[in-house]
């Protein structure tokens, strides 16, 4: 792997990564497994939880389990190189084929991104974003699912924190949702997710921050992966089924209106969200 360059050059080994960014259960895998089908894209061929919190001073522990928040000053040249070098080594075309040369296409989606994308514009200059928007009240739902099922659970033992062992990423903030009901848990995760994440991409010029949004995507999946594919300088070269197959880490069977199951939950939640909800909406506009 050639050795990473500071200067204002074209990055040697990663062309214009892409990274998919949302808040967690806003259907990341779905966009995640269909767009690593394009040619000539390289991913680690799953989620880089441990690739990533490997590094020691990228571990909430080695912070005190403040949160997954990661900003610039985070990437030192150390563990920049280091996670360079992580990423390098795993990557597989769609075929599990490593890259024949360099530099080359890399896809990444890992929820706690979300959180750290100015660590990843560091490590990765040439980075390119993906913003996912999905209907709030149905992530608000697949979060609290999420929790309920005992399939996300990110730190089990993580000190201090009582109920329902924490799940999904670990927000800034998170020590004052101890003892909380569970709607209002994943509604300040969703916030503060969110509110971060745009607060981040807002900073980046439109060519390196492509929206696209869930509904649309299920709609008229062929259309939408040509057209991200196009904004994004790849090409598509198969066809997609007009319904999707579930992803990896569906836990009930989707559908536009199952959040309802927890409507009167979520519907409690929404006016504190207002704000956040009505700014995401408008950035989600291409």
Not at 273 to 283: H, P, S, V
Request: a positive charge; glycine letters at 4%; proline letters at 10%.
């Amino acid at each position: 792997m050639q050795p990473f360059k500071t200067e204002a050059s074209r990055d040697p080994v990663f062309d214009r990564p892409v990274f998919i960014i949302s808040p967690p259960r806003s259907g990341s895998t779905l966009l995640f497994e269909t767009l690593a089908q394009a040619p000539g894209l390289f991913t680690t061929g799953r989620e880089s939880h441990g690739l990533i919190e490997g590094i020691t001073s990228l571990n909430p522990a080695f912070r005190g389990y403040d949160s997954n928040r990661l900003d610039a000053s985070s990437a030192t040249p150390a563990v920049v190189d280091e996670l360079r070098r992580r990423f390098h080594s795993q990557m597989r075309d769609r075929d599990g084929q490593p890259p024949a040369r360099q530099p080359y296409r890399l896809l990444e989606k890992t929820p706690k991104n979300a959180l750290r994308i100015p660590l990843l514009a560091r490590a990765f200059p040439e980075a390119q974003f993906v913003y996912l928007y999905r209907d709030p009240r149905q992530t608000l739902s697949s979060m609290m699912e999420a929790w309920q099922s005992g399939r996300f659970r990110t730190y089990p033992q993580l000190p201090g924190w009582t109920g329902l062992p924490w799940s999904l990423l670990l927000i800034p903030g998170w020590r004052e949702l101890v003892g909380r009901p569970l709607e209002e848990i994943v509604a300040v995760q969703w916030e503060t997710t969110t509110r971060i994440l745009l607060d981040d991409l807002s900073v980046f010029p439109p060519d390196r921050c492509h929206k696209i949004r869930y509904d649309e995507f299920l709609a008229a999946p062929a259309a939408e992966m040509k057209s991200l594919c196009n904004a994004l300088g790849l090409e598509w070269d198969r066809p997609l089924d007009a319904a999707l197959p579930f992803s990896r880490y569906t836990v009930s069977r989707p559908a536009p209106d199952k959040w309802r199951r927890h409507a009167d939950l979520i519907e409690r939640v929404l006016p504190g969200l207002q704000a956040t909800l009505d700014r995401a909406e408008r950035f989600a506009v291409r």
